[in-house]
């Protein structure tokens, strides 16, 4: 059974810095496309950044050049470097992670997802 357990949110000012991790079981990280999405109150969950099999990204426009995806195979993680926050960055954000190793486009359906973890940038 896959299960996805991401950490790493917490409250932080305008400017500061992030780290999301994901921990995933019954799946590797390296086989497939995963990706990170968020939801603010009161919007659409957005897609924010995915990686494929062979670490091809790709990023919303919102985040260029802020944030950054990663992985590491040792530790079975997926990884969301968040710099340079801004309060409209703030949201819950879900890891979510496909059975396939192509990444479909931020609008499609992921099929695994975790519970969230809170970001939350005050100004």
């Known amino acids: 059974q896959v299960q996805l357990v991401e950490s790493g949110g917490g409250s932080v000012q305008a400017g500061g810095s992030l780290r999301l991790s994901c921990a995933a079981s019954g799946y590797d990280v390296q086989d497939y496309c995963m990706g990170w999405f968020r939801q603010a109150p009161g919007k659409e969950r957005e897609g924010v950044a995915n990686i494929d099999k062979y670490s091809a990204t790709r990023y919303a426009d919102s985040v260029k050049g802020r944030f950054t995806i990663s992985r590491d195979n040792a530790k079975n993680t997926l990884y969301l470097q968040m710099n340079s926050l801004k309060p409209e960055d703030t949201a819950m954000y879900y890891c979510?992670?496909?059975?396939?190793?192509?990444?479909?486009?931020?609008?499609?359906?992921?099929?695994?997802w975790g519970k969230g973890t809170l970001v939350t940038i005050s100004s």
């Open positions: 979510a992670a496909e059975s396939r190793w192509r990444c479909p486009e931020f609008s499609g359906g992921m099929d695994y």
